[in-house]
């Protein structure tokens, strides 16, 4: 399948510009020149950074200057380590994956969606003439599967302004239900030869998301070992989690899960992609600080082997904190062997 050099190996810089409250103390603590060397010292070839609109312009749209200062010194440390970069736009006004951010109407109101496309004018101008090592995410996580069709032609409007100041820029396009992989057939085929297709993996939710508070049906003391049956797998699904998750059906139910289960649901993304002559990217991927640090690294092992198999680049979520954070003391015993896996 077609590669896309490069951005084989990286990782998110979650909660630093974006998931945050917005204040210089955290731009200027949570992350440092100091994080990009580490990263680039662990073998990576690029960083995932996300960033809220919030960081550079306000809620009535007014342009906020200092903000982009945190994406040049992002870049310019990009390029002191050999790193490349992807600028993810974690939230843009109107919309959110996260309900609690409390951004509606995106997918609604034109004159959001305008705002959307100024956004990212003002983003390819500025950075568009580093399109050999800043690739573009227009959105994060596109939530109802109702929106799929309006995306896509939000999307293809955003792509045309972008390219406008950054014709060959790599351009990321996600889907619906928060990047499933289950999305990509609906969306549009590839506006041109610099489109990614993107999704998000953290299956099985209900191992990589054990414990999570923020799912609403999960009990908080819910554990799982990642050896446990499928049928255990079904079972403890149906009892935590009401949002879409993958099944696994077609397994036995006695069996266990290893790089066959991500071989086979990858199957139809790279399938798709390679008919649509696509590079695949997973954008975020990553296991809950609450299972075993041991456990966490057979889930990279699996998860790596499929990627790896079919040249499909990656972040890991996520860098630092954020329930997930691979630098974390958590994960100090396994971290070496977490980062040769990523």
Same mark, same amino acid.
């Given at each position: 399948?077609?590669?896309?050099?490069g951005?084989?190996?990286?990782?998110?810089?979650?909660?630093?510009?974006s998931?945050?409250?917005?204040?210089?103390?955290?731009?200027?603590?949570?992350?440092?020149?100091?994080?990009?060397k580490?990263?680039?010292?662990?073998g990576?070839?690029?960083?995932r950074?996300?960033?809220?609109?919030?960081?550079?312009?306000?809620?009535?749209g007014?342009?906020?200057?200092?903000?982009?200062?945190?994406?040049?010194?992002?870049?310019?440390?990009c390029?002191?380590?050999?790193?490349? %970069?992807? #600028? +993810?736009?974690?939230k843009?006004?109107?919309?959110? !994956?996260?309900?609690?951010?409390? &951004?509606?109407?995106f997918?609604e109101?034109g004159?959001?969606?305008e705002?959307?496309?100024r956004?990212w004018?003002?983003?390819a101008e500025?950075?568009?003439?580093?399109g050999e090592?800043?690739?573009?995410?227009m959105?994060?996580?596109v939530?109802?599967?109702?929106?799929?069709?309006?995306w896509n032609?939000?999307?293809?409007?955003?792509?045309?302004c972008?390219?406008?100041?950054?014709?060959?820029?790599?351009?990321l396009?996600?889907?619906?239900?928060?990047?499933?992989?289950?999305?990509?057939p609906d969306?549009?085929?590839?506006?041109?030869e610099?489109i990614?297709y993107?999704?998000?993996?953290?299956?099985p939710?209900i191992?990589?998301h054990?414990?999570a508070?923020w799912?609403?049906? %999960?009990? #908080? +003391?819910?554990r799982m070992n990642?050896?446990e049956p !499928?049928?255990k797998?079904?079972? &403890?699904?149906?009892?935590n989690?009401?949002?879409?998750?993958i099944?696994?059906?077609?397994?036995d139910?006695?069996?266990?899960?290893?790089?066959?289960y991500?071989?086979?649901?990858?199957?139809?993304?790279v399938?798709?992609?390679?008919?649509?002559n696509v590079?695949l990217?997973?954008?975020?991927?990553?296991?809950i600080?609450l299972a075993?640090?041991?456990?966490?690294?057979?889930?990279?092992?699996?998860?790596?082997e499929?990627?790896?198999?079919?040249?499909?680049?990656?972040?890991?979520?996520?860098?630092?904190?954020?329930d997930?954070?691979i630098?974390?003391?958590?994960?100090?015993?396994?971290k070496?062997?977490i980062?040769?896996?990523l």
């Amino acid at each position: 399948m077609k590669e896309w050099k490069g951005y084989q190996h990286g990782i998110n810089l979650g909660g630093w510009l974006s998931q945050c409250d917005h204040t210089k103390e955290r731009y200027d603590n949570f992350i440092g020149k100091e994080d990009f060397k580490i990263i680039s010292e662990w073998g990576l070839d690029h960083v995932r950074i996300p960033i809220d609109y919030e960081l550079i312009e306000d809620k009535s749209g007014k342009v906020l200057v200092d903000g982009y200062k945190y994406i040049d010194n992002a870049i310019d440390w990009c390029h002191e380590y050999g790193l490349n %970069m992807i #600028l +993810d736009l974690h939230k843009t006004y109107g919309f959110s !994956f996260d309900d609690g951010e409390h &951004e509606e109407g995106f997918f609604e109101n034109g004159e959001y969606q305008e705002r959307f496309y100024r956004l990212w004018e003002r983003l390819a101008e500025r950075y568009g003439k580093f399109g050999e090592r800043v690739a573009f995410e227009m959105l994060n996580e596109v939530t109802d599967k109702e929106y799929a069709q309006e995306w896509n032609k939000i999307a293809k409007n955003c792509i045309e302004c972008i390219r406008r100041f950054a014709p060959e820029v790599k351009i990321l396009v996600g889907g619906y239900w928060n990047n499933s992989i289950d999305a990509l057939p609906d969306l549009d085929p590839p506006y041109d030869e610099n489109i990614i297709y993107n999704f998000h993996c953290y299956e099985p939710l209900i191992f990589t998301h054990q414990g999570a508070g923020w799912i609403s049906s %999960m009990d #908080l +003391d819910f554990r799982m070992n990642i050896d446990e049956p !499928f049928e255990k797998y079904n079972e &403890e699904t149906d009892r935590n989690i009401t949002q879409k998750s993958i099944g696994f059906d077609g397994f036995d139910p006695k069996g266990h899960l290893g790089p066959d289960y991500f071989e086979k649901y990858f199957a139809e993304a790279v399938s798709l992609a390679e008919k649509r002559n696509v590079c695949l990217y997973c954008g975020e991927y990553g296991v809950i600080d609450l299972a075993t640090p041991e456990d966490t690294v057979k889930w990279y092992e699996y998860i790596s082997e499929v990627f790896n198999k079919y040249n499909i680049g990656r972040a890991a979520w996520t860098y630092r904190a954020m329930d997930f954070g691979i630098a974390d003391e958590h994960m100090a015993a396994v971290k070496d062997e977490i980062i040769k896996k990523l």
